[in-house]
């Protein structure tokens, strides 16, 4: 009897050290590198016939629900809001639906915000520093429920009425690296 | 009578406390309204002092009569004399434990009231708005181009008062600068006021005094007192766009600002820098302190901020910037010469 309250106590014990990591905050740990975002592919040409699959970069910022929530103050601050609103769209592309012009994996993401797009996203490179700009891709993917539950931001930083750009229900991408778009 | 005298005799133990420069102290007021708050507090002192030595005395008394052998029970009296004593004992007890915490509350009342009320006019108005963790200070103006926009270092004139508004941008922050006034909190969304005088020209230390996040402690601030004339010099200074770099280097630290970073969060006025984030740099090398008054703003202090502020602080809001070392001694150069 004291054995199985032992081995449930410490059962217990695991999971809430396992839970716990959402909250880890990374203070001062290297981002993903860079180098491997040119791998991740946004056209479904390729040279000869059988393209080579490359596993895309995972971005270990979408583990914490503080670097998501960082992303959400960085979008803010970077006046993201200014063109794509609270992902809604406006002047850019609305940013809450399942259509991916350039790719829904963390590595396009953070490619488009580095290196800019054509008709109008500005690049950002050596004016934010990376582990920003994973911050903000976390996020960015987080508006359209790609991100697991636990580690998107609950509420919106705005007094809203409506229920925030997070609990939009997971939108499949579409587009290049998704499935192609069904007509309606 | 000896709630005036309270103060004279504490007096002489804030004394043997001196305020050395970064700390701060409610012993040591510099403003009428901090003088009221240190006078009640010597005030509670002093009961509470005469209540710990009753105490201290009672205990003593019991521990010298008691001489109870633990093997033998305690014999129980019953008598109507004995428990009219008890009575009157345990009543009367309860009727000064009462009576003194009343006074306290009459007290403190007293004092939020002389310490608060607004009795001077023709004051200088000073928006003071708490960010995670900074303090914006804004010398507000109905011209436009006369507002002065700074950072953790509040100037005012000796002898002028001074009404402070207060907002937050965040978190709920708490203003409390034991030298000047009471706390106030800075809530995000509403504004309140609150005014000072400073009568003694110094430099009193400040602190975020509700919990903000992971950089409260270091959420410092200072009030700068200085002369009338001294402060309209400062402020005229202030007024102007930040001046144009004359050295060779200084003109590559400015592109160096200008095209990394920096410009995502600092504003230099005159320059293409704009953004509200963080603090105003236009007049930096004028300030005393860097980082919310943790840094000393000198040369060495400035790089390490620049190249790992998450060292220094971590969790605070600027990111590390790994600059090339002539590239970061360039910048320092200009922003060294922000007067």
């Given amino acids: 009897m004291l054995r199985k309250i032992k081995f449930v106590l410490l059962a217990a014990t695991l999971i809430f050290l396992v839970s716990c990591k959402r909250e880890d905050r990374i203070l001062r740990q290297p981002p993903p590198s860079d180098e491997t975002f040119n791998t991740v592919q946004i056209s479904g040409l390729n040279p000869g016939a059988n393209p080579i699959p490359t596993p895309p970069p995972s971005n270990m910022y979408e583990e914490s629900a503080y670097a998501v929530s960082e992303g959400q103050k960085l979008y803010e601050q970077y006046n993201c809001v200014g063109c794509h609103a609270h992902g809604g769209g406006g002047i850019g592309p609305p940013l809450m639906d399942n259509n991916w012009i350039y790719g829904s994996e963390p590595g396009n993401v953070f490619a488009t915000i580095l290196q800019g797009r054509p008709n109008g996203m500005p690049s950002f490179r050596n004016r934010i520093p990376e582990y920003q700009a994973w911050e903000l891709a976390a996020y960015v993917r987080s508006m359209s429920g790609l991100l697991p539950k636990g580690v998107s931001p609950s509420r919106s930083d705005e007094m809203n009425v409506k229920p925030s750009e997070f609990q939009t229900p997971k939108q499949p991408p579409t587009g290049i690296t998704g499935q192609p778009e069904q007509p309606k | 009578m000896t709630l005036l005298t309270s103060g004279v005799s504490g007096r002489l133990l804030a004394q043997a406390m001196p305020l050395e420069p970064g700390r701060h102290l409610i012993l040591h007021p510099g403003t009428p309204q901090s003088s009221h708050i240190e006078w009640l507090y010597w005030v509670i002192f002093w009961i509470t002092f005469a209540v710990f030595l009753l105490m201290i005395l009672g205990f003593t008394r019991a521990g010298a009569r008691a001489h109870v052998d633990a093997i033998e029970p305690l014999p129980v009296t019953k008598s109507e004399e004995a428990d009219r ?28 009231k002389r310490a608060g009320g607004l009795t001077s006019k023709n004051p200088i108005t000073i928006q003071i708005i708490g960010h995670q963790w900074w303090w914006e200070i804004v010398y507000p103006n109905p011209q ?189 150069a200009y922003l060294r010469s922000l007067q």
């Fill in chain 2, 85 to 112: 004593k008890a009575t009157w004992a345990v009543g009367s007890a309860v009727a000064v434990t009462v009576i003194t915490l009343f006074v306290v509350l009459v007290l403190s009342v007293v004092t939020g």
């Fill in chain 2, 144 to 332: 436009a181009d006369q507002t002065v926009t700074t950072a953790n270092e509040i100037h005012v004139p000796v002898g002028t008062p001074v009404v402070i508004l207060t907002n937050s941008a965040d978190v709920i922050h708490s203003f409390w600068a034991p030298s000047i006034n009471g706390k106030r909190d800075l809530l995000p969304g509403y504004s309140s006021a609150f005014w000072f005088k400073v009568d003694e020209p110094g430099i009193y230390r400040g602190q975020c005094a509700e919990f903000c996040g992971l950089q409260h402690a270091h959420m410092g601030f200072s009030v700068i007192a200085e002369p009338v004339d001294q402060f309209q010099a400062w402020e005229q200074q202030q007024l102007k766009p930040a001046p144009d770099p004359t050295t060779p280097e200084a003109t590559r630290g400015r592109a160096v600002f200008l095209t990394h970073a920096c410009l995502m969060c600092h504003t230099i006025r005159g320059t293409d820098a704009g953004s509200r984030v963080g603090p105003d740099l236009t007049h930096l090398a004028s300030r005393n302190m860097i980082a919310a008054e943790t840094l000393p703003n000198s040369t060495g202090a400035l790089a390490g901020w620049i190249l790992d502020p998450q060292r220094i602080k971590p969790g605070v809001r600027m990111s590390p910037n790994p600059l090339a070392p002539d590239d970061l001694q360039a910048l320092i």
